[in-house]
């Protein structure tokens, strides 16, 4: 089943991608080359929310192909680092004994679709700015290193892959006629939780150990590998691209 979900996201994106590559070219198509920069983090059993201390470097290469004035298919590759660690801001006093800790680089292959709100391309529009949404399948690997929990056995270099589903919002400007500038953030659902190496292990320690002083109960720190067993981990771009346009758009129908 691992190996079998990987591949229906490969022959998806192989079927999008060839579907809309062999459409007859028409008047108005344009195709557009580009790159990003931007911060990335990630959200999960270490990380609940978005959290601007613990945030990485991510960089994109990408292709655009614009069907008319409203949709565009965008495919690319991306880069970015990832960390986070409890004792930069434990959930609680448990995650801080805890002590989980990753970092790592992210590679995402995606093809997303691309809705323009504004007609913005023509040269007869009045504005040379519009909103944006986006959607689509990629899928993400993960190369790391980490622990799941203080004193983790494991405590190794990595690797975690999972089907991802990209989505957000962004504002794309013409800044000349082949230059197009947008400022973009997206969300990218996994269906994995071991980004954080923290998720249905298969190893559990007790969560208390004899004290050997007192012979009382005692925290085991080493028994903190839990994790929330019903959600899966998230990451998240934020950042600005520029792209070039290879053919000039005079006119959509």
Known sequence: MNTLIPRIIRIV????IGGWLAIPHVQGQQYEIGLGLGGATYSGDIIRRLDPTQIGVQ???????NFDNAWSLRGGISVSRLNAADSVAPLDPVAALRNAHFQGTLVELSAIMEFHFLDYMSHQSTTRFSPFGF???GYGLFFANGQGHEGDPTDMD????????PFGLGVKYKLKDRVLVSFEGGARATFSDAFD????????????????????????PVGMNFGNN???????????????????VKCFN
Request: net charge positive; proline share 5%; aromatic share 18%.
């Open 13 to 16: 994106i192989i079927c999008i």
């Open 197 to 220: 190496k923290i998720g249905n292990e298969s190893m559990y320690y007790p969560r208390f150990i004899t004290d050997p002083v007192s012979g009382g109960q005692a925290v085991n």
């Open 230 to 248: 019903s959600d899966r981990d998230w990451y998240y771009f934020l950042g600005i691209t520029i792209s070039y346009s290879f053919h000039q």
């Open 59 to 65: 960089g994109t290469l990408f292709g655009r192909r």
């Open 135 to 137: 959607f689509g399948l």
């Open 158 to 165: 990595y690797r975690a892959g999972s089907p991802v589903i």
